[in-house]
């Protein structure tokens, strides 16, 4: 598994590589000596395997993410890796885009989220795109209540994809995640079917997507939600409790300035720029390029195809 080609990009940069041409940092991470030893073992053992991942950026990436989420360990890693194939195979997770217009009502979907804010605008101050939501208590009860729970847990992992796929066009390997509580009480993120979904995207964005997140930014989070929260923590690996960060006080850009200038923060969220959140939601769409904000013009490393199909998979 070399470095990998995809439509003329080089990934990943120079920066990411050592003297032998072997990867050994992925977003702040790096690896000791016996833990590049270990991970070219792990690399060695997958040698030929076939990836069934569009959106990994290279062969060597996705081997180093699981590879950090194992905490080092090369044969959890591997067992991480074949059942993430088994799920992206039989679950049919290349097909999401396809399956999300089927089976999702767009207007249930966008009634989960106040004046339906949710999709990516702008980039924090460490260059990582920023996917924005706005949360909305009523309209997510409506939704778990509408769909089947299965279905409810295919469309977060459509959401995830979009958001995998988004960061391959950039050509970077993390997301900023900002989600606006304002709308949510302490009983509403308490409740049942909201709790029992949020404890499954969890297990399933840990075990299935390791290593996306750079920073999770909870904003006007309800009274009492740090109870809440204790609740769904001991779910979190360490290193993802690490990456979230939950904030109380009312569009103050606090603790959001720290991280994303308000250039790039949308007025909805307290921040200075009007958007136009038509142009980069995410709905339940089989088109390849609905993220293309004027925002990120001139920006991709990879151009958004247009409705000719998905981008090209990274080839090892």
């Given amino acids: 598994m070399g470095v990998a080609r995809v439509t003329g990009l080089v990934w990943p940069p120079a920066a990411y590589k050592n003297a032998d041409g072997v990867q050994w940092k992925s977003g702040p991470f790096e690896l000791t000596g016996p833990q590049l030893k270990d991970l070219q073992a792990l690399r060695a053992e997958l040698a030929g395997m076939e990836f069934h991942d569009r959106f990994r950026l290279t062969d060597e990436d996705l081997v180093l993410r699981f590879f950090i989420a194992a905490k080092f360990d090369g044969k959890k890693a591997a067992e991480m890796i074949q059942a993430n194939m088994a799920w992206r195979v039989g679950d049919g997770i290349e097909g999401v885009f396809e399956w999300a217009v089927e089976h999702v009502p767009p207007k249930v979907v966008r009634n ?10 702008g980039f924090d101050r460490e260059g990582h795109p920023v996917w ?43 997301v900023t995640m900002v989600v606006d509580a304002a709308d949510m009480s302490c009983s509403g993120v308490a409740f049942g079917a909201i709790s029992a ?87 339940p769409s089989s088109d390849s390029h609905i993220f293309r904000h004027p925002c990120y013009e001139g920006k991709y490393v990879i151009p958004p195809p247009g409705d000719a199909g998905p981008p090209a998979a990274a080839t090892g």
């Fill in 112 to 121: 989960t989220h106040t004046d339906g804010y949710i999709g990516f605008y």
């Fill in 132 to 174: 924005w939501e706005k949360v909305n208590e009523a309209g997510i009860k409506e939704y778990l209540a509408a769909l089947p729970e299965a279905t409810c847990l295919k469309w977060h992992t459509y959401c995830m994809e979009r958001i995998r796929q988004h960061c391959q066009h950039l050509g970077t390997d993390r």
């Fill in 197 to 283: 979904m949020l404890k499954m995207q969890s297990a399933q964005d840990q075990a299935m997507f390791p290593e996306l997140l750079f920073k999770l930014i909870i904003i006007n989070a309800p009274f009492g939600s740090s109870s809440v929260y204790r609740v769904i923590r001991p779910f979190l690996d360490v290193r993802v409790q690490e990456k979230i960060f939950v904030d109380g006080k009312r569009y103050t850009n606090d603790p959001l300035d720290k991280y994303i200038a308000p250039d790039n923060v949308p007025a909805a969220f307290g921040g200075t720029v009007a958007v136009d959140f038509d142009l980069c939601r995410c709905v």
